[in-house]
């Protein structure tokens, strides 16, 4: 009791750590089937599902979806 924590949100609002929130931040997708919030894969700054990713988190780039960091010479 007494807890603030949300368990199902409004329409249009996610679930993110117990919050409704009506946009997911930058490094989290919407999870669509459970309405919340989910993070990228690690080294994933954008990404449209947890193995998608569009944009590489700083210093990683991006092939088929998934960053890499560039190898040594």
């Given at each position: 009791?007494?807890?603030?924590?949300?368990?199902?949100?409004?329409?249009?609002?996610?679930?993110?750590?117990?919050?409704?929130?009506?946009?997911?931040?930058?490094?989290?997708?919407?999870d669509t089937i459970n309405l919340e919030?989910?993070?990228?894969?690690?080294?994933?700054?954008?990404?449209?599902?947890?193995?998608?990713?569009?944009?590489?988190?700083?210093?990683?780039?991006?092939?088929?979806?998934?960053?890499?960091?560039?190898?040594?010479?």
């Open positions: 009791m007494g807890s603030s924590n949300c368990i199902n949100c409004a329409d249009g609002y996610y679930n993110i750590d117990g919050r409704c929130i009506n946009e997911c931040p930058y490094y989290y997708f919407i919030c989910v993070n990228c894969e690690d080294n994933c700054g954008e990404c449209t599902s947890a193995s998608s990713c569009q944009q590489c988190s700083d210093g990683y780039f991006l092939m088929n979806e998934d960053c890499f960091t560039c190898p040594e010479h």
